[in-house]
């Protein structure tokens, strides 16, 4: 069976499904070149070329959820879960750009030694502890020829960016409220953090929770230090966001645009 072209009056989601059988005029996410471009400026020209991929894999990834968040009307569950799978995904663009930041500058911190050998042990007769002391344990260390880079968490990386002033438009000492937005988005992704039953996931993602991940999303790659003048496609979804916060804020309206 050949395939057909889109029809004029069919909907993005609508040219997806398989049996409807449409050619290569279906949706189709911005490409990964484009997005790949955006993140090619500025400092980000030093990322490494994988990790730039894997923001505009991302990327793409938000584009589809916002598809599905404008054109299915599903149950208000899954449409929570869709808030949530796109905060999950912003917050790991911003823990990579943070990353990338961080190490750019020398901050991040390096190991020069590998804990080789822990073994409890009696107290040594030569040893006289100034208080009282219940466990002597015993540690031998491999001195590394090289550092080797600590686990840094998404937590550390945030403090790193905030003390270290290294986002150039954004002061993150000042405009606190970004960060406790970023830190309670972080911490909502996780399953095991509901200690009660208003605390599951559906009472804990909303749609003023998916339009601020995408605000922050974008103040951090609409950075000047990433050379937001030569971004192309980073100008456009700030547009759009722009937008929606404008619907929501003056028309307690909710609506999706991803690019303007």
């Known amino acids: 069976m050949s395939q057909i072209k889109r029809p004029a009056n069919m909907g993005d989601m609508e040219s997806l ?13 911005i490409s990964i070149d484009s997005y790949r471009n955006d993140v ?3 400092i980000f020209g030093s990322l490494d070329y994988h990790y730039r991929s894997n923001i505009a894999y991302s990327l793409q990834y938000l584009e589809y959820i916002e598809l599905q968040l404008r054109e299915l009307n599903v149950s208000s569950v899954i449409r929570t879960m869709l808030f949530k799978n796109f905060i999950v995904v912003a917050a790991s663009i911003i823990e990579i750009v943070f990353y990338h930041l961080a190490k750019t500058n020398g901050k991040i911190r390096l190991r020069t030694e ?23 344990t015993l540690f031998g260390y491999e001195i590394l020829p090289t550092g080797v880079e ?6 550390q990386l945030i403090s790193i960016v905030r003390d270290n002033k290294l ?13 406790k937005l970023l830190r309670k988005l972080r911490n909502k992704i996780h399953l095991t953090t509901a200690t009660c039953s208003n605390e599951t996931d559906y009472n804990q993602f909303w749609f003023k929770d998916y339009l601020s991940a995408k605000f922050f999303l974008l103040i951090v790659l609409r950075d000047s230090i990433f050379g937001k003048d030569k971004q192309v496609i ?13 619907e929501y804020v003056k028309n307690k309206k909710q609506i999706y645009i991803w690019i303007n």
């Open 17 to 29: 499904i398989t049996y409807k059988n449409i050619d290569n005029s279906r949706w189709y996410p």
């Open 40 to 42: 090619s400026q500025g």
């Open 114 to 136: 590998k804990q080789v050998f822990r073994q409890d042990i009696k107290k040594p007769s030569n040893v006289t502890p100034a208080s009282r002391v219940d466990k002597y």
């Open 150 to 155: 600590d686990i840094t968490k998404f937590e």
């Open 167 to 179: 986002l150039i438009d954004t002061d993150l000492t000042v405009n606190k409220e970004y960060l």
């Open 234 to 246: 980073f100008p456009k979804i700030s547009q759009a966001i722009q937008a929606q916060i404008h």
